[in-house]
């Protein structure tokens, strides 16, 4: 960074390098305290100020993680049930979901069943519809067949009965 802080224009580079020597700084009196934390050197204030910030009494603070530890514990329990019910409850959910669908693949079988059924009868309506009106020309037919015959028998008995008179 220092390198590349030099090779900038002097208005900003004069800015640059100061911040850059302000964070230098910084990071060796962090280093320095680093180094004293580490080595154990560390004063009875520094101690009590890690232990709960300025609670000099070990125990009080021991008793006050242990308070906060079993809220938390609680908290977390009551998560976990909450997450059991949640996940009851998708199961339940879930046999009801197949459960419908199982009765809807039956319903639908039924539906098609029936369908089927329909064309079937659809086609033997039609079929029967054809032979009724087959039937019904012919009768038709045999009833014009029968009334010229009976015609034809009246004329014949007449024109024999007529000849009969006039000989």
Same mark, same amino acid.
């Given at each position: ?63 006050? !993680? $242990?308070?906060? #530890? ?5 908290? =977390?329990?009551?998560?976990? &049930?909450? /997450?059991?019910? +949640?996940? @009851? ?17 039956? !319903? $639908?079988?039924? #539906? ?5 059924? =329909?064309?079937?009868?659809? &086609?033997? /309506?039609?079929? +029967?519809? @054809? ?21 034809? #028998? ?14």
């Amino acid at each position: 960074m220092d390198l590349e802080a030099r090779s900038l224009q002097p208005n900003v580079k004069t800015m640059l390098l100061a911040k850059l020597r302000e964070y230098k700084s910084d990071l060796n009196n962090l280093k320095s305290e680093v180094k004293r934390i580490a080595s154990g050197n560390i004063n009875p204030d520094a101690r009590d100020q890690l232990l709960e910030s300025g609670m000099a009494d070990t125990l009080t603070a021991s008793t006050n !993680q $242990r308070s906060r #530890l079993v809220m938390t514990t609680e908290r =977390l329990n009551q998560s976990s &049930d909450r /997450i059991r019910d +949640s996940r @009851r409850t998708m199961l339940e959910t879930e046999e009801l979901g197949v459960s419908i669908l199982q009765d809807l693949h039956s !319903q $639908r079988q039924a #539906l098609l069943h029936a369908n089927n059924t =329909l064309h079937g009868v659809d &086609d033997n /309506i039609g079929k +029967s519809k @054809r032979i009724l009106t087959a039937m019904s020309r012919r009768m038709n037919r045999n009833k014009w067949i029968i009334g010229i015959i009976i015609a034809v #028998l009246i004329i014949t008995i007449a024109a024999v009965l007529y000849f009969k008179r006039v000989k």
